[in-house]
C-alpha cells in the first residue's frame, strides 16, 4: 500500500509560477511510475505529466508541454510539478498518482495509487 500525499497548490495570477510536491508513503523509487492529474470543476480528470519507472522518461499533456517540468527524487520518496507561465485555464485540482504496472501513462485508469488533490487557481 501506497500513500500520497500533495502539497504546494495556491492562488497565483496568470504568468505566475508554482510548485507542486508528492509525498510517497513508501519507496516508489523501483517499479512504480508516477504521474500528475487535474481535474476541473464540470469536466473530467485529464493527464497532465508522468514519469515512467521502465522507460525513465517523462510525459506531457501538450496543454503543459514547456511550461511544466516533472521531476522525482528517489532518495526522498517524493515528486515534484514545477509550473510556470500559468494560464487561468489551469486552474484546477491536481492530483498525482502511482503504480507499478502502468501500460499507458495517460490513463488515469492505470494507476493504483492516488493522493487527496491539492487545489490550483490562476486568476487572469
Known amino acids: 500500500q501506497v500513500q500520497l500525499v500533495e502539497s504546494g497548490g495556491g492562488s497565483v495570477q496568470a504568468g505566475g509560477s508554482l510548485r507542486l510536491s508528492c509525498a510517497a508513503s513508501a519507496r516508489t523509487s523501483r517499479n512504480y511510475s508516477m504521474g500528475w492529474f487535474r481535474q476541473a470543476p464540470g469536466r473530467e480528470r485529464e493527464f497532465v505529466a508522468a514519469f515512467s519507472w521502465m522507460t525513465g522518461r517523462t510525459y506531457y499533456a501538450d496543454s503543459v508541454k514547456d511550461r511544466f517540468t516533472i521531476s522525482r527524487d528517489n532518495a526522498k520518496n517524493t515528486m515534484s510539478l514545477q509550473m510556470s507561465s500559468l494560464k487561468p485555464e489551469d486552474t484546477a485540482a491536481y492530483y498525482c498518482?502511482?503504480?507499478?504496472?502502468?501500460?499507458?501513462?495517460?490513463?488515469?485508469?492505470?494507476?493504483?495509487?492516488w493522493g487527496q488533490g491539492t487545489q490550483v487557481t490562476v486568476s487572469s
Open positions: 498518482a502511482a503504480s507499478i504496472q502502468v501500460a499507458q501513462l495517460r490513463d488515469g485508469a492505470e494507476y493504483e495509487y
